[in-house]
C-alpha cells in the first residue's frame, strides 16, 4: 500500500507543482511590467526590477495555495481516474476514503511548508525587495526597521516607529545635534500626517538636552522631508509580518490610536489559510468521485477552476463587504471559510454516503 500512497501523492504533487506555475508567472509577469514604470528613477534599473519579482514571488505564490490545491487535486484524481486507475483501486477493495488519504497527507505537507515560508522566509524577502526599492528610487540614508525607518534629515537623525497605510506615521522621534556627536534636543510627537510637501506633526513634546526642560505644543511642521510616494514605498505589506509581528504591530496601532483593521484582517487571513487550503483539498474529490465523475477530464479543470476562481473572488468579496460594513476582522474573515468548509463538507458527506 505504501507504494500506491507514494505514487498517488506524486501524482498530486507534480500537479499541485504544474498548476502553481502558471498563474505564478502570469501574476510575476505583470509585476513585473509595473515595476518597469519606475525604472530611471533614482537608480532602479531593468535589474533591480526583475530582482523585486523575484524577491516577491514567494508572497505572490503563498497567496495562490488554496485555489492551486482545489485544481491539483482535481487534475490529479481525475487523471487517474480517466486512465481507469481509480476504478482499478476500489476494485481491490480500496474506499474512497482510503484513495484520498495521500492526497490529503500531502495537502497537509504543502500547509505546513507554506506555513513556515510566510513565517519565515516570505516576509524577510518582502522586507528585502521594499527596502531594496526604496533605496535605488530615493536614494536617501533611509535605514528600514521592523514597522517604521531611520533617516537622516538636516543634520538631524529622524526615528518613525510605525508607518501605516492610510497615509499617517506614528511613534515620531527628531534627533537634533548642534555638532556631530553632540545630541540638542529631542523632539517626539504622537503621530504626523504627511502632506505633499510637508509633514504634519501632532502631540509634540520637546526635551532640551541642556537644561531637560520639556514643552508641548499641539503641531509643527517638518519640511522638505520624505514625500507620501517615498513613504508608500516604505510601508510593508502584511505579508511581510510574521504572526508575532503582527499581533504587535496591531497592539502598537491600537496604542497610539490608529485603526488596525488592515492588519487584524492580516493576521486571520494567516491563521484562516491553513482551514482554507484543507476545505478546497476536500472539495477537489466531489470533482472526481462525485457526480461528474462520467464527465472528461476537461470539464472538471474547467469547472474547478471556476469554482476556485468563484471561492478565491468570493472570500475577497466578502472580506470587503466587512470592512465597508465595519464588521469585526475575525467575522469577515472567517465566514468564507465556514461557507468553504460548509461545501466541502457537504460534498465529502454525499461521498461517503455514496
Known sequence: MKTLDLYIAGFFFKAFIAVLAVPGVLFSF????AQ????????????????????????????????VVLLAGIISLGALSDRHELVAMQASGMSVLRISMP???MCLVIMLISSLAGETMIPY??????????QKLSGRAVTPVSHGFWARFKGSIIHVENVVNDGTVSGIEIFEFT???????????????ILKDRWVLHNVTG?????????QVPEI????????????ALELPPSSFTIPELMGYIDALEKSGQNPDHYSMALWRKLANPLTTAAMALLSLSFVFGSVREIGAGFRIVAGAFAGLALHFGQQLVINIGTYLALPPFLSVMI??????????????NLRVG
Open 207 to 215: 526635551t532640551s538636552m541642556m537644561t531637560m526642560k520639556k514643552h
Open 125 to 134: 524577502l518582502e522586507k528585502k525587495a521594499r527596502n531594496m526599492r526604496f
Open 221 to 232: 511642521t517638518l519640511g522638505d522631508f520624505l514625500n507620501p510616494e517615498q513613504v508608500s
Open 36 to 67: 518597469l514604470e519606475s525604472v530611471g528613477c533614482g537608480s532602479y534599473t531593468n535589474f533591480h526590477a526583475l530582482l523585486y519579482v523575484l524577491y516577491t514571488l514567494p508572497g505572490r505564490l503563498s497567496d495562490l495555495v488554496p485555489m
Open 103 to 105: 492526497v490529503m497527507s
Open 30 to 33: 505583470f509585476e513585473l511590467m
Open 179 to 193: 555638532r556631530p556627536g553632540k545630541l540638542s534636543r529631542v523632539i517626539r510627537a504622537q503621530s504626523a500626517e
Open 336 to 349: 468564507p471559510v465556514v461557507i468553504v468548509w460548509g461545501l466541502a463538507g457537504i460534498t465529502w458527506r
